[in-house]
């Protein structure tokens, strides 16, 4: 079935499944019921409603913003030891206040 508009006969099965041929095996489809008699087999990428934010003008907005910030901001080595120390004689500190 190399054409674009050809049809294909085929028996749904008592359990409610067919085989659409192997050409579709592994591809992600959405069956869409257009009417109680017309089913509509479309093949893409989908996007799950948990993740549609991800998609959204906004978050493309904020990926872009943040992919100019990194390039302009290169990590820099953290020296570890200063950073606990910091740290540590902050919540030193900060449990003098509370005494």
């Known amino acids: 079935m ?3 508009n050809a049809a294909k ?3 749904v099965a008592l359990n409610g ?3 659409i041929g192997k050409k579709w095996a592994g591809r992600e489809i959405r069956i869409e019921e257009v009417s109680d008699s017309e089913l509509r087999i479309v093949a893409g990428v ?3 409603k948990h ?3 991800f998609y959204t003008p906004e978050a493309t907005e904020t990926l872009r ?3 100019e910030w990194s390039a302009k901001n290169p ?8 950073l606990f120390n910091r740290l540590e004689k ?6 003098k206040k509370r005494s």
Do not use: C, E, G
């Open 17 to 19: 499944q067919i085989s």
């Open 51 to 53: 993740q549609a934010t």
């Open 90 to 95: 902050q919540a030193r500190d900060k449990a």
């Open 46 to 48: 989908f996007v799950p």
């Open 2 to 4: 190399s054409s674009k």
């Open 9 to 11: 006969l085929l028996r």
């Open 65 to 67: 913003d943040f992919n």
């Open 75 to 82: 990590p820099k080595t953290t020296n570890t030891d200063a």
